[in-house]
């Protein structure tokens, strides 16, 4: 019997009151790789979107001076939707406000480091002790989607996801530290060998025939997690810079996301 329209209201604010209102600010960077600046464009609409139904604040900013003790103690949460700050000061404010029970979800670039490059590993704090995956490796070409397998089911990030499902295409990154070797590091989600091959070439090297590659995981030491996903599919061949694929185009991998947002701003001990 279909539920009557006042009951549908009563039920719906029952469940948006589950979450306490909370705040949070992302930081982009948006100048770097047409597929990263895709993803940026795509994540602020639908983080906005997000907000309005689960009651919680979204500011973005590309202005990363803003990453200081004084904004951030407006925010329980705080994304890095593309890349790192790299300035000291600005670095020093973020760590302090990890270590204070601030939380921080981070995506696909944002843990890329390699020395030499435009992003060397210079930050160690972040790189080995707080993600615990030290430099990049290596990554998949072109975009693939991927199967990922849920690893913690108990986490509430992972709660009522199948155990395994198809992801959205994606540049898939390889870690120079193995995560399974860190105690404060809790795997959430990786590469289910189903995939495999992963990626389409032309280079043999960005194939992947066989590993373990987390995607999703979280430092228990912290209020964080870090998503991989966050690199859409580019018409780069035929120059029209077309997008192919949007990483939000996927209700199992959306639910992942809300579900870790939700659960890092209603845990936060920075509540205002």
Request: charged letters at 20%; hydrophobic letters at 40%.
């Given at each position: 019997m279909?539920?009557p329209?006042?009951?549908?209201?009563?039920?719906?604010?029952?469940?948006?009151?589950?979450?306490?209102?909370f705040?949070?600010?992302?930081?982009?960077t948006?100048?770097n790789d047409l597929?990263?600046i895709?993803?940026?464009h795509?994540?602020?609409r639908?983080?906005?979107n997000?907000a309005t139904q689960?009651?919680?604040?979204?500011?973005s900013?590309?202005?990363?001076?803003?990453l200081?003790?004084?904004?951030?103690?407006?925010?329980?949460v705080?994304?890095?939707?593309?890349?790192?700050?790299d300035?000291?000061?600005?670095?020093a404010?973020?760590?302090?406000?990890?270590?204070?029970?601030?939380?921080w979800?981070g995506?696909h670039?944002?843990?890329?480091?390699?020395?030499?490059?435009?992003y060397p590993?210079?930050?160690?704090?972040?790189?080995n002790?707080?993600?615990?995956?030290?430099?990049y490796g290596?990554?998949t070409?072109?975009?693939t989607?991927?199967?990922?397998r849920?690893e913690d089911k108990?986490?509430?990030?992972?709660r009522?996801?199948p155990?395994?499902?198809?992801?959205?295409?994606?540049?898939?990154?390889?870690?120079e530290?193995?995560?399974r070797?860190?105690?404060?590091i809790d795997?959430l989600l990786?590469?289910?060998?189903?995939?495999f091959?992963?990626g389409?070439?032309?280079?043999?090297?960005?194939?992947w025939h066989?590993g373990?590659?987390?995607?999703?995981w979280?430092?228990?030491?912290?209020?964080?997690?870090?998503?991989?996903?966050?690199?859409n599919?580019?018409?780069?061949?035929?120059?029209?810079?077309?997008?192919?694929s949007?990483?939000?185009?996927n209700?199992?991998?959306n639910k992942?996301i809300?579900?870790?947002?939700?659960w890092?701003?209603t845990?936060s001990k920075k509540r205002?």
């Amino acid at each position: 019997m279909a539920l009557p329209v006042i009951a549908i209201l009563l039920l719906n604010t029952a469940n948006a009151q589950k979450h306490a209102a909370f705040k949070v600010l992302a930081f982009y960077t948006g100048k770097n790789d047409l597929a990263h600046i895709s993803f940026v464009h795509e994540a602020n609409r639908w983080f906005a979107n997000a907000a309005t139904q689960y009651h919680f604040t979204y500011d973005s900013t590309n202005d990363w001076s803003k990453l200081n003790s004084t904004v951030l103690a407006q925010y329980q949460v705080i994304l890095f939707l593309d890349t790192r700050p790299d300035d000291s000061v600005q670095r020093a404010a973020f760590q302090q406000y990890m270590e204070q029970g601030g939380a921080w979800m981070g995506f696909h670039f944002a843990a890329f480091a390699l020395t030499p490059s435009s992003y060397p590993q210079n930050w160690n704090w972040y790189h080995n002790t707080f993600l615990g995956s030290g430099q990049y490796g290596s990554n998949t070409w072109r975009p693939t989607a991927a199967f990922l397998r849920v690893e913690d089911k108990k986490h509430p990030a992972t709660r009522h996801l199948p155990a395994v499902f198809k992801a959205s295409p994606n540049e898939w990154y390889r870690w120079e530290k193995d995560l399974r070797n860190n105690p404060d590091i809790d795997i959430l989600l990786s590469i289910d060998s189903t995939s495999f091959p992963l990626g389409t070439g032309p280079k043999q090297y960005e194939i992947w025939h066989s590993g373990y590659y987390p995607v999703v995981w979280t430092n228990k030491k912290y209020r964080m997690i870090y998503v991989n996903m966050g690199h859409n599919d580019m018409d780069y061949e035929n120059k029209t810079n077309k997008e192919l694929s949007f990483t939000f185009n996927n209700d199992e991998q959306n639910k992942l996301i809300i579900n870790s947002l939700l659960w890092l701003g209603t845990n936060s001990k920075k509540r205002h």
